[in-house]
């Protein structure tokens, strides 16, 4: 069973930067065959897709963030992150990072019903 941890959350001012990290365990597969996404909820709103890292290390991103954050992997220690910067009061959430069943995972990247593995969460809170 595939295990996911979020972890980097926290209270940081307005324009300031961020790393969350995604630790994946329980891996069967090599760790690159495994796309990931990465999405967020804020209180009384939708789960938002945030951006995306397939497979062969494309990456895709909510046009809300585009050219603020940026996903990366380091496949040797299994884990995702997620670099946000010049962040934003509207950028406070629940951050998951989440992964779909399918190796090889071609899409769609936005919708969080094709991604069956979650991690529990990590609050990134931004004071304006």
């Known amino acids: 069973q595939v295990q996911l941890v979020e972890s980097g959350g926290g209270l940081v001012q307005a324009g300031g930067s961020l790393r969350l990290s995604c630790a994946a365990s329980g891996i069967t597969a090599t760790f690159n065959s495994y796309s990931m996404g990465w999405f967020r909820q804020a209180p009384e709103k939708e789960r938002e897709f945030v951006g995306h890292?397939?497979?062969?290390?494309?990456?895709y991103y909510a046009d809300s963030v585009k050219g603020r954050f940026t996903i990366s992997r380091d496949i040797a220690k299994k884990t995702v992150y997620l670099q946000m910067n010049s962040l934003k009061a509207e950028d406070t959430a629940v951050y998951y990072c989440?992964?779909?069943?399918?190796?090889?995972?071609?899409?769609?990247?936005?919708?969080?019903?094709?991604?069956?593995?979650w991690g529990q969460g990590t609050q990134v809170t931004v004071s304006s």
């Open positions: 989440a992964a779909p069943r399918r190796l090889y995972y071609q899409g769609p990247y936005a919708t969080p019903s094709v991604y069956e593995y």
């Open positions: 890292i397939n497979w062969s290390g494309s990456t």
